[in-house]
């Protein structure tokens, strides 16, 4: 099997790099800068928004771990994912997407979600909104068999790795100790489990710690 990971540079993407490289899998890194991302059989050096079709061509799956965080750049969120479901349009290549918690719906209606609570970081709000958008721009792609992947409410960077999670749905989920909780290097375990099993094709689902 054959996987690229887009925006490889960043803590998740490198995560995701390692792991797949654990299992056996050639990976290929893209990156905007020349870094080293461990486990990668291969860096290429190209923006995202460079890439072509052909960059692409011979993967079994794409992973989109990129990110952007400043006011100016979080519209990327939208034109980033656009540009790689269109570069994938009409293949048999899986594209996931590392998403964000806080468009997970609060209700069974799937009318309010994480982000609207009350006490949801104001901080971390035009963030969320920008996935959430990519997301709902995502779900009208009938075109690319996309996997969109949330993480734990709690997403630990420097988390211990125990292979343990529980795959959720649309809907915010605790484990049983009441926790949304996930580590980069079990979401990381979560995401090649996915590729290696494409059980969620063109579906949104939510990773926690089991």
Same mark, same amino acid.
């Given at each position: 099997m054959k996987v690229a990971v887009v925006a490889a540079s960043g803590k998740a993407g490198r995560k995701i790099v390692a792991e797949a490289a654990n299992r056996g899998i050639k990976v290929t890194a893209f990156v905007r800068r020349a870094v080293e991302v461990a486990g990668a059989n291969k860096i290429v050096v190209k923006d995202i928004f460079d890439l072509t079709a052909g960059d692409l061509n011979g993967f079994d799956a794409v992973v989109d771990a990129f990110g952007a965080w400043t006011p100016e750049t979080l519209p990327q969120h939208s034109t980033t994912l656009k540009h790689l479901c269109d570069l994938l349009s009409g293949t048999d290549i899986r594209l996931l997407i590392v998403g964000g918690a806080g468009s997970l719906y609060t209700n069974p209606e799937h009318t309010a979600q994480v982000m609207d609570a009350p006490n949801f970081p104001d901080a971390f709000k035009p963030l969320a909104a920008a996935q959430g958008k990519a997301l709902n721009e995502l779900r009208a792609r009938d075109d690319v068999k996309w996997t969109?992947?949330?993480? !734990? !409410?709690?997403?630990? !960077?420097?988390?211990?790795?125990t292979g343990k999670y529980i795959v959720a749905g649309e809907e915010f989920t605790l484990n049983s100790a009441g926790e949304s909780i996930i580590s980069y290097a079990d979401y990381a375990v979560a995401m090649i489990d996915e590729i290696l099993n494409g059980k969620h094709i063109k579906q949104r689902i939510s990773i926690v710690r089991a």
């Amino acid at each position: 099997m054959k996987v690229a990971v887009v925006a490889a540079s960043g803590k998740a993407g490198r995560k995701i790099v390692a792991e797949a490289a654990n299992r056996g899998i050639k990976v290929t890194a893209f990156v905007r800068r020349a870094v080293e991302v461990a486990g990668a059989n291969k860096i290429v050096v190209k923006d995202i928004f460079d890439l072509t079709a052909g960059d692409l061509n011979g993967f079994d799956a794409v992973v989109d771990a990129f990110g952007a965080w400043t006011p100016e750049t979080l519209p990327q969120h939208s034109t980033t994912l656009k540009h790689l479901c269109d570069l994938l349009s009409g293949t048999d290549i899986r594209l996931l997407i590392v998403g964000g918690a806080g468009s997970l719906y609060t209700n069974p209606e799937h009318t309010a979600q994480v982000m609207d609570a009350p006490n949801f970081p104001d901080a971390f709000k035009p963030l969320a909104a920008a996935q959430g958008k990519a997301l709902n721009e995502l779900r009208a792609r009938d075109d690319v068999k996309w996997t969109f992947i949330s993480p !734990a !409410a709690d997403f630990q !960077a420097d988390g211990e790795k125990t292979g343990k999670y529980i795959v959720a749905g649309e809907e915010f989920t605790l484990n049983s100790a009441g926790e949304s909780i996930i580590s980069y290097a079990d979401y990381a375990v979560a995401m090649i489990d996915e590729i290696l099993n494409g059980k969620h094709i063109k579906q949104r689902i939510s990773i926690v710690r089991a």
